[in-house]
């Protein structure tokens, strides 16, 4: 029996400050699909990584058959998609499951559960509990780490957050909208407005994605910047950047000016 495992790739992740729409065109929606895609596999340690899934699918809605040609010409470019899945997943320093698989399917209307706006989706699939390349003696995914962020300069609805979850969403405001006032983003760790260092946080400034071993740093597109202080040595955390910068515990963490102190258990 196939067991379905947790999956998601949602577009909102993409959208830098609310108002920006989110990626449409075939271009960005492909390489929106390759960034969702190599956030899938977890890290293994000594700079290695493991696709835990030995399927993955892809969905992308194409609501006429212009529009179908349209994105499977774009998707065939550069070799072929599955070719530049494997090329980037292996640059990354990603072992595949054997027999691993891609399948593409495209969809006329948006299927039950997707959001209003969204345009693909990505989903892995594995045929048995534990993940084929894991290292011997290593019975499924560790637990994810507990994270704790304390702000230290800024003013924020909760001045101390602790967590485990994959996804930490950092901005100003705990709901961001776009133009029609549509709900696109919940951040877990929320700036306050009014004041200076406030102002520098964007309203989707960054994300924690954390994974069994280890914590990333992403910065969604912010005006100000994100940035690492690790015991004075500054690491600047690239936009668009799609692996991010790993964190360590004890950083501290630059949100435009806003600052917070970093713990991982």
Not at 226 to 244: C, Y
Request: charged residues 30%.
């Amino acid at each position: 029996m196939v067991i379905k495992n947790t999956l998601l790739s949602l577009e909102k992740r993409l959208q830098k400050l609310a108002g920006e729409r989110a990626p449409r065109e075939p271009l960005e929606i492909r390489q929106a699909v390759l960034d969702a895609i190599a956030d899938l596999p977890r890290p293994t340690g000594r700079g290695r990584r493991v696709m835990p899934f030995d399927r993955v699918d892809v969905e992308i809605l194409a609501a006429t058959a212009d529009v179908r040609r349209e994105f499977e010409a774009v998707l065939d470019r550069d070799g072929g998609f599955d070719a530049t899945v494997r090329t980037d997943l292996a640059a990354s320093g990603c072992d595949l499951p054997r027999g691993f698989t891609i399948a593409v399917q495209y969809r006329r209307k948006p299927p039950a559960g997707w959001t209003e706006g969204q345009h693909f989706a990505v989903t892995g699939h594995t045929s048995d509990a534990t993940d084929p390349r894991a290292p011997a003696g290593d019975a499924g995914a560790p637990a994810l780490p507990q994270v704790s962020l304390k702000v230290i300069k800024g003013r924020a609805a909760k001045k101390t957050l602790e967590l485990r979850a994959e996804r930490i969403n950092i901005g100003r405001q705990e709901e961001v909208s776009d133009r029609d006032r549509r709900i696109v983003r919940r951040n877990h760790l929320a700036f306050s407005e009014g004041d200076e260092i406030g102002a520098s946080v964007s309203r989707a400034h960054a994300h924690i994605r954390c994974a069994a071993g280890e914590c990333r740093l992403h910065d969604d597109g912010s005006a100000y910047g994100t940035r690492i202080d690790r015991g004075g040595r500054m690491i600047e955390v690239p936009t668009g950047h799609s692996r991010g910068v790993k964190l360590q515990h004890g950083d501290v963490l630059h949100f435009g000016r806003a600052l917070v102190a970093l713990g991982i258990e």
